[in-house]
């Protein structure tokens, strides 16, 4: 939902650039608000020269406006998440291109003691797929080391059957940059 309304901005700005009604960027960006797609945003169209438009929208949560902090044009967002998935995403299609891996290798392969809890049929595919199982997230604070969060997660047992749904986890995400790291330094 999310990416389709980036997309469809990104096609109004290439053609509005020039006549500078922007009234639909404006209606299609709070109507993503109004969606809670998310809870603001701040466009800005550029040229090689100058800025053409450029306007916040809504606040950084979606809590009453008393408690909610209104969106500037100069309001920064923490894009860590996107960067997580993306980056890991991008590496393990590389690899899978160079054919240092693929994506029905099962995740036992590279992580040991990874079959237990019933987990033996995970694949790479399905950490990449967000169906692999695994919870949103680590119970409390993460541990201090790499090896102890992976510990968790090579033990814990699956929150729901491989492969019957997809949810997003944060674990998942951790266990991929983990793997990259460990096939990296195997190739």
């Not at 491989?162 to 995400?173: C, H, M, Q, V």
Request: aromatic content about 10%; overall charge positive.
């Amino acid at each position: 939902m999310k990416l389709l309304q980036i997309l469809i901005i990104f096609a109004i700005y290439s053609q509005l650039a020039n006549c500078y009604n922007w009234t639909i960027v404006d209606e299609a960006v709070l109507a993503g608000i109004h969606a809670h797609a998310y809870p603001s945003a701040v466009v800005a169209v550029c040229n090689t020269t100058h800025v053409l438009y450029q306007k916040p929208f809504g606040s950084l949560t979606y809590g009453p406006e008393l408690y909610s902090t209104p969106t500037r044009n100069d309001t920064k967002y923490d894009v860590a998440s996107i960067t997580k998935v993306m980056a890991t995403t991008l590496a393990i299609m590389n690899m899978v291109s160079g054919k240092s891996i693929h994506l029905d290798d099962l995740v036992s392969k590279y992580i040991t003691n990874y079959d237990t809890q019933k987990k033996g049929n995970t694949t790479i595919k399905n950490l990449l797929l967000h169906n692999a199982g695994l919870p949103y997230d680590y119970p409390g604070a993460l541990p201090s080391t790499q090896d102890e969060v992976i510990d968790y997660i090579r033990y814990l047992k699956p929150v729901y059957p491989i492969g019957s749904k997809t949810e997003y986890s944060n674990l998942g995400t951790k266990l991929k940059i983990f793997r990259l790291f460990v096939v990296r330094k195997n190739c």
